[in-house]
């Protein structure tokens, strides 16, 4: 069986919804004075609270690229065991590691 992609999916379906939500995630990473480390770390923090793995595993190629750290994006994800309990650590944890690690 096939996956699919869902925004792909969206872009066929609706693609003025698609374009609309492109938009919204363009202005939200391109305005305010995070910087754009920050902002994948809070995304790789939010997502990882809620067990989206493939989101985090995405984001942490962009984490580095931004100058995070492995470090930074572990305590990242650790922080959300105050928050949201086991599930950031146990889902996300190990995935996120791995990517890091074998990005080049």
Known sequence: MNKINPFMFLK???PEVSDAFNNLLSAIGTKGTLDDKTRQLIFIGI???QGDIPAVIGHVPMA??????REEIRDTII???AISGTQGVSSCLVPAMECFDNLS
């Open 64 to 69: 580095k690229q931004a100058g995070a750290t």
């Open 79 to 81: 922080m959300t065991l």
């Open 12 to 14: 066929q379906e609706a």
């Open 47 to 49: 997502k990882s609270s």
